[in-house]
């Protein structure tokens, strides 16, 4: 039995599932495994809020269509959330703590046994406090059951003709803006608004940090090159000025998941945003 017959065996006993289906890589292989091993008795659900793209929803929803398994979306204010604007290092966990909690709702509603998640094995080295409100609420994890990381995921989607499997990982806007700034729906829009802008122009990974007036650009380092040259630079300025910014920065560190945990007080290597 290969590791992919492996996966939806192990799915099997459950006999019903709903996805957190964000349609990034991680999650596709879960709803893609659930859908093999379940059928009908599998549900993807995305959750629908301010700091997830519309083009990121549509996607999802593509993508969904694309695996065959059934699909809705649940819609709230992650801004609502006690605490979640307050922008503290818990954010992710009470963000994820919402989330779980309405995805259990539906679940028990429609009578499907267990929650799934996309989490992976190599996950575990970062700092998520997500995956506490995860453990607290009984959200499955089976790529982390089965060890699956994330190369092994790319490898298996690719194979299965699934056009995520070189998506660049892009967590959710918020994760933008520094711990202890207050987060708005205006900052999130305007970190879209100038992501979406660079994307436009070619760049696939990226994130655009929010300081104030100013936007922190980070690529990774092969393409700082092309930003100097002849008129790219000015593009770049002139696009993510529009988004709403005054100033704009290039990073010369590149791009790195989670830098901004960098000026916690107790700062990690691995992060999770």
Request: glycine fraction near 6%; charged fraction near 25%; hydrophobic fraction near 45%.
């Amino acid at each position: 039995m290969d590791a992919v017959d492996r996966l939806i065996a192990h799915l099997k006993p459950l006999e019903s599932a709903l996805v957190a289906f964000s349609g990034g890589a991680d999650s596709t292989l879960v709803a893609w495994a659930a859908r093999s091993a379940l059928g009908g008795r599998a549900l993807a659900v995305t959750a629908r809020s301010e700091s997830l793209l519309e083009a990121d929803a549509k996607a999802a929803r593509e993508l969904a269509r694309q695996i065959g398994i059934r699909y809705e979306e649940v819609a709230y204010s992650e801004l609502a959330i006690p605490g979640y604007a307050d922008n503290t290092p818990e954010r992710c966990y009470l963000c994820k703590g919402e989330l779980f909690r309405r995805l259990a709702a539906i679940a028990q509603e429609k009578c499907l046994a267990a929650v799934l998640d996309g989490t992976n094995a190599d996950d575990l080295s970062d700092y998520r406090p997500g995956r506490r409100a995860a453990e607290q609420l009984a959200v499955r994890s089976p790529l982390v059951e089965l060890g699956w990381g994330k190369a092994a995921i790319r490898e298996t989607l690719k194979a299965l003709d699934l056009p995520v499997w070189d998506k660049p990982s892009s967590p959710c806007l918020s994760s933008r803006v520094p711990y202890g700034e207050p987060i708005t729906r205006e900052k999130l829009e305007q970190i879209g608004r100038a992501e979406a802008a660079l994307r436009d122009l070619g760049f696939r990974e990226l994130r655009v940090r929010h300081h104030g007036s100013t936007a922190r650009i980070e690529l990774p380092k092969a393409e700082i090159p092309r930003v100097l040259s002849a008129g790219v630079a000015d593009e770049i300025v002139a696009r993510v000025r529009s988004a709403g910014f005054a100033f704009v920065a290039l990073d010369l560190e590149g791009l790195r998941s989670g830098s901004l945990n960098r000026l916690l007080p107790t700062a990690k290597s691995t992060v999770d945003s």
